[in-house]
């Protein structure tokens, strides 16, 4: 087994492993922590695949900037620890078969997937921050201004929302 | 040798280098705080540290012991996992962050030629602000595991105090990436280099290339938002012991508090290295390149001190006065004539000489403004954030973007 396949095992575990103990733990802020792992660990995936820049860009904005408020707002509100009730009926007829399904689609689309995919740095288009930067500023120009369009919205009803009781 | 090197050089030199470096920025942290204490001191007409050993020169020693033999209690209510790891995360990004910083120029020993720092990445200025965009953790957890209202109210401010600058800091940079035109910190500071010396770094900028804009504007703010980031005065509310005792370190003791401590003169270095990569030209000298005479400074500054320091040695009646000193003071004037006498040498150390003394200077600056400058409201502080440092960060980032356009016509 090669070296990059030792490290892409070990990242994907601890990826899985983050996710897990995002479901499993009891206190808000440990379900956040194990949240910005899978986010640390999916970097370094990316990483593997020669995207510097997404990598850098992943922990950037999620795991620090949106983390970081996860964890600022759960503080602040000063939230214990949750309560298990039973499983309601809807996780269990309608959750556990949905998920069962959603696994089976991905099994069967990595079945089906035989050879290798090609890592993203071989093909050009990810590999330096001038093409990425290119690629946003002319081919998916109106999506990018489209999503900005979108957040500035979003700023604007919150602001509203904390305005109101002024 | 050599072919020991090319075969397996990419795995020792690193470890060499990681080891080198640890035990380089331990010690100078070490230093720091005795020369933050005596530069206060000497500001506010007081002696600092002066009796264990010459010059207090020890007294990070005796320090260092009391940490470690410190009890070490914990307090009731606390949340294990955060209270144990916050300490240690904020000491590892820290020290984590000094690894992309080149320090000098790539070198050449025994036939390998490697770049002096320990990794050289295309990206090296984004995973800094990676690294740095995780450092809130530690201090955010470190608050809230406490189980201790000061310490949570310490850790909360710190949240949104780092939060609120990171963004003026990154954005008080787009004006040099705009200059240089890539991430790479080592390309930034080979951008910097002109026939002018100093006057060809990017805060003064004259490289008759078409991107001499002045950065004078994205310095300063880099400047202050740094400050920010690393809880240091005037913007050390996280810790304002007038109001929150010791704000999100309260309820640590010993060793757990001595790696924040670590951790913050840490990245008070990286800052400080950034800050001179960036607007000072890193390890570029500030004499035009045809001055070769100026090569002889470090034999110049090191050869009088080395003599000073064993004149001053010998005056001591102790071990560490008599024998130490003046045996660093030998070591200081034999480096001195050896670097005058071997040319290939002196052109080795001139790239981290001037770092250093750059980022000496920056830290001193650093010192100085904790003697001077009272702390700031906290209202004061994120007003100054978010209407003053922002606004003008983007202002200067217009203003470089405008002209490099004019000029590229």
Sequence with gaps: MSGVLVIFFLLAALAVLGAVSLILQRHPIHSALSLILVMVALAGLYLLMGAEFIAAVQIIVYGGAVMVLFVFVIMLLNAGEEERTNFSKLATFGGIPLALALGGVIAAAIARSSGHLPPPAASGVMSSTKEISKLLFSEFVYPFELTSFLILVAILGAIVLAQREN | ?409
Excluded at chain 2, 142 to 153: E, I, R
């Design chain 2, 1 to 409: 040798m050599s072919e020991i090197l090319a075969k397996y050089g990419f795995l020792i030199v690193p470890i060499i280098k990681i080891l080198i470096l640890v035990f380089v920025v331990l010690t100078l942290d070490a230093y720091l705080t005795w020369l933050e204490r005596k530069v206060i001191a000497h500001i506010q007409a007081r002696w600092g540290p002066h009796r264990v050993g010459p010059h207090g020169l020890l007294q990070p020693l005796a320090d260092g012991i009391k940490f470690i033999l410190k009890e070490d209690p914990m307090p009731a209510g606390v949340d294990k996992m955060a209270y144990f790891f916050a300490p240690f995360l904020t000491l590892m990004l820290a020290l984590t962050s000094l690894a992309i910083i080149p320090f000098g120029p790539d070198i050449t020993i025994f036939g390998y030629t490697t770049n002096f720092g320990i990794a050289d990445v295309n990206i090296s200025l984004l995973v800094l602000f990676a690294i740095t965009a995780l450092g809130v953790y530690g201090i955010a957890l470190a608050g809230w595991g406490s189980n201790n209202k000061y310490s949570l109210l310490g850790g909360l401010r710190s949240s949104a105090q780092m939060i609120s600058y990171e963004l003026a800091l990154t954005l008080s940079v787009v004006g040099v990436l705009l200059i240089a035109g890539d991430l790479s910190l080592k390309h930034i500071v080979e951008k910097q280099a002109g026939d002018l010396g100093l006057l060809s770094w990017n805060i003064i900028g004259i490289r008759k290339d078409g991107t001499d804009f002045t950065q004078i504007i994205g310095c300063i703010c880099f400047f202050i938002a740094a400050i920010a980031e690393t809880n240091r005065v005037p913007f050390d509310l996280p810790e304002a012991e007038s109001e929150l005792v010791a704000g999100f370190h309260t309820e640590y003791a010993s060793m757990k508090f001595a790696m924040f401590f670590i951790g913050e003169y840490t990245s008070m270095i990286a800052v400080s290295s950034l800050f001179t990569i960036l607007f000072f030209g890193g390890w570029l000298s500030p004499f035009p390149a045809s001055w070769t005479m100026t090569h002889y400074l470090p034999s110049i500054i090191l050869v009088p001190l080395g003599l000073w320091v064993i004149l001053d040695g010998i005056r001591y009646e102790t071990v560490f006065g008599r024998v130490i000193l003046p045996g660093l003071g030998a070591v200081f004037t034999a480096l001195g004539i050896a670097l005058f006498l071997s040319s290939t040498v002196n052109e080795l150390i001139q790239g981290p000489f001037w770092f250093f003394a750059k980022v000496g200077a920056v830290l001193f600056f650093y010192i100085w403004m904790r003697a001077t400058l009272p702390r700031f409201r906290y209202d004061q502080l994120m007003d100054f954030g978010w209407k003053f440092l922002l606004p003008v960060s983007i202002l200067n980032v217009v203003l470089t973007s405008a002209f490099i356009m004019w000029r590229m016509k």
